[in-house]
C-alpha cells in the first residue's frame, strides 16, 4: 500500500496549486465568495462626510436656537428700556395691570404716559408719539406698537 501512494502523481502542476489557499487575498475556487479589498480611504471618506453633514445639522440647529435666544433676550430688554422711560415719565393716573396706555414725548424730551391713543386727539398734538404699552402682571411694559 504504501508503494501506492509514491507511485501516485499528481497531474497538476505545483506551480498551479497554493498550498494555503485560505490566506489567498481572492477566491481560490469558481463557486468561492467574491473578496474586495476594502477601501479604507473611501469608507473614512464617506464616514466624515457623514460626520460634517450630522454636526451641521446640530450646529444649524443650536443657531437656530441662539437666534431665538437672542430674540427673546432684546425683546426683554427693550421691555426694560421702556419700562425705565414710563418709570421716568409723568403719569397722573394709577396705571392699571392689563390696561394698554401710550407714551409720549414733549419737545423739552420729557415723557409722559397717557390713555389717550394717539388717533384720539381732537386737535393737533404737540407730543412725539414713542409707543403704545401695556402693564404687565410683573410691572414690566409691554411694548405694542
Known amino acids: 500500500m504504501s508503494e501506492q501512494k509514491e507511485s501516485f502523481i499528481n497531474p497538476i502542476d505545483k506551480d498551479k496549486v497554493a498550498e494555503n489557499p485560505h ?22 471618506g464617506l464616514a466624515v462626510s457623514a460626520m460634517h453633514e450630522q454636526t451641521n445639522m446640530q450646529l444649524d440647529q443650536i443657531r437656530t436656537q441662539v437666534e431665538l435666544l437672542m430674540t427673546q433676550a432684546q425683546a426683554i430688554h427693550d ?34 404716559l397717557s390713555m389717550v391713543a394717539p388717533d384720539e386727539w381732537g386737535r393737533t398734538s404737540t ?3 414713542v409707543a403704545s404699552v401695556q402693564l404687565l402682571a410683573d410691572h414690566t411694559w409691554d411694548i405694542l406698537d
Open 23 to 44: 490566506l489567498l487575498p481572492y477566491a481560490h475556487t469558481v463557486g468561492g465568495a467574491v473578496i474586495k479589498p476594502i477601501d479604507k480611504g473611501r469608507v473614512k
Open 79 to 112: 421691555r426694560v428700556r421702556i419700562s425705565e422711560d414710563i418709570y421716568q415719565a409723568e403719569v397722573s393716573f394709577k396705571p392699571l395691570i392689563g390696561h394698554i396706555y401710550h407714551l409720549y414725548e414733549r419737545k423739552n424730551g420729557k415723557k409722559l
Open 127 to 129: 407730543l412725539a408719539f
